[in-house]
């Protein structure tokens, strides 16, 4: 690897420096691989955090300890691009039908086949009396020999406070999950399961150094910029949220080309190319999505598609380039009209 490449430039970087130095690297990777488990790979591996290091016990995981791996793990990427049959085949069985899931199997692939940090375990449990205390996703080993306890989660929060800076206000779709409490239960019982008593039992001899892979978008409301709280990275992905009453005039504001986007793919960014739409639907239909119905509508159309959806829905805007390849430019969710009211109670329950 040449001294002065890009791995070895994040490696010299001041943090902020680092991060957007790999964001470069992550936006020159989706401009060319092809496949979108790889590029779902290629995103889990090197976007932005959600999540700044949190004290004590919140170290964040880095899946490359040298600038030389970093560099080996964007070649080692482009040649699965080229040849990704393996992983489709693992990732096809058993079929995969929650986004954790899927990610996990992704971070499982790379850590058993990548060039980077080495699988231990994965899914370790621990158990006291017969009852199950927990699960520790992965024991990994870095090649500098580094022996860590990681902690995968990919998240999708909107926000839906009034302009504080809380974890609190940052809402599943489903109002069912809260980055606050998300967090608390990483800290609190998910990090320190490897440090446990217990856990000399399972037969992976520690210590192990606990840390988060804490991946994900959050999404705010159209034309609100609330303040970030302490605990989010700033460079964490974005995205926007309009309820329905308002979508025709943000739409229409915003984009010609609109799709739907099913769970299996709030990933990366996505794309496609006219060339390659059968390849983009036979993709889709791989992750259980709606092969049949056209991929790209308008805004009146996709509002049609989603009318008889009870909660909010995850759609992508597209913008086509000179050559005729549609790549996606926003993605954000569109939310029934009383939703709004209904996440700000549960933010504050």
């Known amino acids: 690897m ?15 420096t680092h991060t957007a130095l790999r964001a470069t690297m992550l936006d020159n990777l989706l ?7 790889v590029r779902d790979l290629a995103w889990l591996l090197l976007s932005a955090g959600l999540l700044r290091p949190q004290p004590s016990l919140g170290a964040l995981a880095n899946p490359f300890d040298t600038p030389e791996a970093l560099q080996a793990t964007t070649d080692w990427l482009r040649a699965l691009d080229a040849a990704p049959a393996p992983l489709h085949h693992d990732l096809a069985a058993p079929r995969i039908t929650r986004l954790g899931r899927y990610a996990e199997r992704l971070l499982g692939w790379f850590l058993q086949h990548g060039p980077a940090a080495r699988l231990v375990a994965a899914g370790v449990p621990l158990r006291r009396a017969g009852v199950t205390l927990g699960e520790c996703d992965f024991l990994v080993q870095t090649r500098e020999g580094a022996r860590l306890h990681w902690e995968l989660a990919v998240k999708c929060y909107l926000h839906a406070g009034d302009g504080r800076a809380q974890l609190a206000d940052y809402v599943g779709p489903n109002l069912k999950d809260r980055f606050d409490l998300k967090l608390a239960h990483l800290l609190n019982h998910q990090l320190p399961l490897s440090a446990r008593e217990e856990f000399a039992s399972v ?13 994900g978008w959050l999404f705010y409301r159209h034309g609100e910029t609330p303040t970030d709280p302490a605990e989010l990275d700033p460079a964490h ?9 308002d979508w025709p005039a943000f739409a229409a504001a915003h984009a010609t080309k609109w799709r739907l986007l099913p769970r299996m793919e709030w990933l990366a960014p996505r794309r496609a190319e006219f060339e390659g ?17 056209p991929l790209y509508v308008d805004a009146q159309a996709l ?3 989603i009318s008889h959806q009870h909660g909010p829905t995850m759609v992508a805007a597209f913008a086509e380039d000179s050559a005729g390849r549609l790549s996606e430019c926003s993605r ?8 709004p009211e209904q996440a700000r109670n549960y933010a504050r329950q």
Do not use: N
Request: charged share 20%.
């Open 2 to 16: 040449a001294a002065d490449g890009p791995a070895a430039r994040i490696a010299a970087a001041a943090p902020d």
């Open 31 to 37: 401009d060319t691989l092809r496949d979108a488990a």
């Open 203 to 215: 037969g992976y001899a520690g210590p192990w150094t606990p840390q988060m892979f804490i991946k």
């Open 237 to 245: 992905g974005r995205g926007w949220w309009v309820t329905r009453g």
């Open 277 to 293: 739409m059968q390849e983009a639907e036979q993709a889709s239909e791989q992750f259980d999505t709606a092969a049949t119905r």
């Open 303 to 305: 509002a049609a598609q």
């Open 332 to 339: 954000g969710f569109i939310v029934p009209d009383e939703w």
